[in-house]
């Protein structure tokens, strides 16, 4: 796994140079259930999940750390004839009715990051990262009804031929070396009580090829 920006980049234009990755099964299996409101995909890299979204007229909030995936990004929005715009930060896209493709740079791992706007979203993806601080964070930022879908590496991965995972988006491509450090990958059963504020919906570990763990859960209604 790339440790730096700049690996980031470069991992994100190579990859552009091969045909686009396409989104993950959970998502393109689910995404006729999945709420249509304002959507926050983190960690957004160059939208294989945000242009779904945003395809079927929805508001997406895309965030990714990589100047290059956020750059692919807009221009795959340019060719899909997509509106989008650039936002400084997260209050920005909440702040406004704006219905199209809102980008954010944004290191999700610095040491004082932005907090996910309360309240603001119908839908949240966090597909191929983790990041534990955020869980918390991730709950509040759901509307009462809203949907959280969540699916990472576990350790799992670490058994399997190579210690990495076929990567979903890119068919052919043979096995892409996912993370190896245990402080990126789900414990066994981890996923499954990381937000006891939410109700689960769904919940499966597979160990077959790929290690991963997925989680479909819901922020009940009050009152």
């Known amino acids: 796994m790339p440790s730096n920006l700049a690996e980031w980049d470069t991992k994100h234009r190579q990859r552009a140079q091969d045909s686009p990755s396409g989104p993950a099964s959970l998502v393109r299996e689910l995404l006729p259930l999945l709420p249509r409101g304002a ?30 995936a956020l750059e692919i990004l807009e221009e795959r929005a340019t060719a899909a004839h997509l509106n989008f715009r650039r936002c400084r930060n997260l209050q920005e896209t909440t702040s406004g009715t704006y219905t199209g493709l809102q980008l954010v740079q944004w290191d999700l ?51 399997l031929a190579g210690g990495g995972l076929r990567d979903e988006g890119l068919p052919g491509k043979g096995l892409a070396v996912g993370p190896k450090n245990p402080a990126y990958l789900l414990a066994p059963g981890e996923l499954r009580s990381a937000f006891p504020g ?18 479909v859960a819901q922020k009940l209604e009050t009152g």
């Open 198 to 215: 939410l109700h689960l919906l769904f919940y499966r570990e597979l160990r077959a090829r790929q290690g991963i763990a997925s989680l």
């Open 109 to 159: 791992e610095q040491t004082r990051p932005q907090e996910l706007p309360p309240e603001s979203f119908d839908l949240i993806l966090c597909i191929q990262y983790l990041q534990r601080s955020l869980f918390q964070q991730m709950e509040r930022a759901l509307r009462p009804g809203g949907v959280l879908l969540f699916e990472t590496y576990t350790r799992a991965q670490l058994c």
């Open 39 to 68: 959507a926050l995909d983190l960690a957004c890299g160059t939208g294989r999940h945000a242009l779904l979204l945003a395809e079927r007229h929805q508001p997406v909030t895309g965030v990714d750390w990589s100047p290059a």
